[in-house]
């Protein structure tokens, strides 16, 4: 199993031979520090944590500070299951050169958050008809279910209005389409969850 962390940067276009157009996510994948590997031995499973990015010592709590001795003052932490153990150790760089073209990835991030939306823009609700005697109802939820259906009450899981976005969404079958290694850049087919500078975890 293949796996690392990476930045969205944001997104292009690429031309094919054909002259077809395909979009395109680029991603910035620094190499990575395994800072731990768990076994089911010791830990009741398999798996190997990896760090990236760098933060101030005094930013770090003594716990945190400890478990990293000798790696450095990683900023973000991410653990990867696997189903065997790992011929990894701890402090190995992982970096792009594990990466092909053609390899076919799963990308997971926290996507866009957007506030507190109606159920038009979360739910692609219709809306009410525009038609005479309808007064500042285009937007609205409409009935929500009478008595006899739900007992007087909200049933569990209507569809209203809410806070959107900031979910962990994960994107299969991506497929890797440009590599840069001089610059750690990951081209990616469509489009991954996040803003520009999203943490994104990267599993082949």
Known sequence: MKFILAKKVNMTQIFGEDGTVQPATVLNVEPVTVSQIKTKEKDGYNAVQIGTGSRKEKNISKAVRGHLKDIGNLATLKEFRIEEASSLNRGDKIS????????????????KGKGFQGVVKRHGFHGGPRSHGQKHSER???SIGGGGRSGGKVIKGMRMAGRMGSDRIT?????????????????????????????VEIRG
Not at 96 to 111: C, E, P, T, Y
Not at 172 to 197: Q, T
């Open 96 to 111: 792009l050169d594990i990466f092909v073209i053609g390899d076919k990835i799963a990308v997971s991030a926290v996507s």
């Open 171 to 199: 994107v299969k079958n991506l497929k890797v389409i440009g590599i840069d290694k001089e610059n750690n850049i990951m081209l990616v087919s469509g489009a991954v969850p996040g803003r520009r500078g999203t943490l």
């Open 140 to 142: 609205e939820p409409g």
